[in-house]
């Protein structure tokens, strides 16, 4: 018996409930949930699962604030396993030789305004877990071209910026925010997440550096 059929009929409350469950399990099948690549950073893995695996991620927050920080253990993580990683720096401010990572697995790119095509070509290119972009410009369209060639490739993008693009729809977004909490920030910096849910402010032990 179909389920429409059922709540027609004079079937109890439990038979309608599993007629609509087996139903919407007919039209609409259960995704697995997607395997996040380990941030290193034990309350963003717990609260999220990690950085979006074959997506685009965004960290928004001004220097100091310890956006990079964030970023810098899955960076580690990959190129002691001997995994390459990519880091697309358009305005040239990285210094690599301070990020404590295996460098010869460590492809910096300094493409100027090309920025957006280079990075396409890296996320897209599937033999990259990770690739890093940072303080591009306004993204516009070229968001979306991201994120369909991140999953195209399964690759996880991570896009640090000064400024919120409304505009864009990443996986995972983290927001740098002040919290009132003398307790807070002295024990970590706090970064709101957003994750196809309501915002909810999430507390990250990071170092002081950047």
Do not use: Y
Request: with cysteine; net charge positive.
């Amino acid at each position: 018996m179909t389920a429409s059929a059922l709540l027609d009929a004079g079937a109890s409350r439990q038979e309608k409930v599993d007629a609509l469950r087996a139903h919407l399990a007919r039209i609409a099948p259960a995704r697995p949930p997607r395997v996040g690549l380990p941030s290193g950073l034990p309350a963003l893995d717990q609260a999220v699962g990690g950085w979006a695996s074959a997506g685009l991620s965004e960290v928004v927050g001004r220097a100091g604030s310890g956006r990079l920080s964030l970023v810098l253990p899955a960076l580690r993580a990959l190129t002691e396993q001997g995994r390459p990683v990519a880091i697309v720096d358009p305005v040239g401010w990285l210094h690599p030789p301070g990020l404590d990572l295996v460098l010869d697995r460590l492809l910096l790119v300094r493409p100027g305004a090309r920025a957006l095509w280079a990075t396409e070509q890296l996320v897209r290119s599937g033999a990259l877990p990770l690739v890093l972009l940072l303080d591009p410009p306004p993204l516009g369209r070229g968001g979306r071209r991201l994120l369909h060639a991140a999953e195209a490739g399964g690759c996880a993008l991570i896009v640090l910026t000064e400024h919120l693009d409304t505009r864009l729809q990443p996986s995972l977004r983290l927001e740098s925010v002040r919290l009132e909490s003398a307790r807070l920030e002295s024990a970590g910096r706090a970064f709101r997440v957003t994750r196809g849910c309501p915002r909810q402010d999430l507390q990250v032990s990071l170092p002081a550096s950047s």
